[in-house]
């Protein structure tokens, strides 16, 4: 039930760190001891594992509409995810960045915050996060090993013929359970897959937050806008407040009818808040916000892109929202300030490399890759700018491709680590008929993908020219921005 479905990544060994230079954050650290290094590689190989148990069990990128299986088991559980307060998340795009500023605002603001999204980039712990960080794999364990017996239970009702959990919904229970054990005072959920048949929708939110509604998943969700907004409509719950993004007329009409049924109160970019002013800054945009309880001077935000700055002002509405902000009422200035300019989106116009620049970006459907690309072509001034692109083949390739073309200079097609993956021979075939053959390289393994862009952005015809102001944006999957993060030594956030 994910927009990206990954596998476990492969470790690297030594010396698979394969581009020069150092990273941005490459700093000495103390070597563990023997025993800790012992304890942590068996928590690894207890981890792969688990996840090996999951991977068996029904895809997540599948959805057979139903909430019986879940609310079992979290009957069962005892319902923890009623023991706190939940923000819920739905939308085709930017569903994650605005969960992980939603976290930051609400723990500067002195909460103890529990987040759920995905899919992962790296590690799957990066799937539940307490106080801003991702549970140990000790802790995924264990909650999995303590809600197992549950799980069995939930299996062992099913019909003849009926699906077991799916690796979703065992995963949402572990997250439920993990916040409750914490304990969090707040929640955050990002649905996996539409919201109405989403494993989260068992949690009633407090606020529901709508990020802009696309086209995605249209063999489970529906082929049009209205339809797919009347899936992730189901998370507004009577008598919440429902923070809505800027959406198309389509998708709003749907959204506000829903909210309309279920009375609840509705705040609306453009109309209740917004963004007043934006201005690009070194390593980010400086922002004026118009909130739900007043203006919001000089917010530095240390991430590029009108959609981020959009992201960013629904993240605050859903705050003062959760608050109960009013006309006469304001969160702490200086709080939001801090807040927002410790926000970090791995994986989002993520930079791993200085010279020549090497950007990640997860961006895996057109409305994403459309705006990665007005970002780079407004806040970058790259000389040269190749794309290193890994796509699932169950996505909108050809949408994905046409919308990155008028960005980038050359394209290097590969493969990543998914067994969705599209051969790389068979993403050529297409990035030839949009870019044309001269645009085109084939490199299946991403390491040698990522080598032959960096070669290309640093050539040149001039002798006179400097070899500088080249770029390399690495995009087209969750997975093939997680497998990049893991190459270049990142660790998991």
Known sequence: MSSDDQEFPPQLSEGDNFIAGPLPDDESEAEPSVDEAAIAAQARRDLVAVEAELDRRWPETKIEPSLTRISTLVNLLGDPQRTYPVLHVAGTNGKSSTARMIEALLSRLGLRVGRYTSPHLQLATERISIDGAPVSPETYVATYRDIAPFVGMVDGAQAPGDPAMSKFEVLTGMAFAAFADAPVEAAVLETGMGGRWDATNVADGQVAVITPVGIDHAEYLGDDRATIAGEKAGIIKPDSVVVLAEQEPDAERVLLERAVEVEAAVARAGSEFGVLE?????????????????????????????????????????????????????????????????????????????APAVLLDAAHNPHGAAALAATVEEEFAFRRLAAVVGVLRDKDVTGVLEALEPAVSDIVVTTNSSPRAMPADELAALAVSIFGEERVTVEPVLHAAIEAAVALVEQTDEPEEPLSGGGVLVTGSVVTAGDARTLFGKEPE
């Open 278 to 354: 934006r201005t690009i800054a070194v390593g980010g945009q400086m922002l004026r916000l118009q909130g739900l309880g007043g203006v919001y001077e000089e917010i530095f935000l240390p991430l590029h892109g009108a959609h981020q700055a959009a992201n960013a002002a629904v993240a605050l509405a859903a705050v003062e929202a959760f608050f109960g902000a009013g006309k006469d009422r304001q969160l702490t200035v200086d709080a939001v300030r801090e807040a927002f300019a410790e926000v970090a989106t791995p994986g989002r116009l993520e930079r791993v490399r200085a």
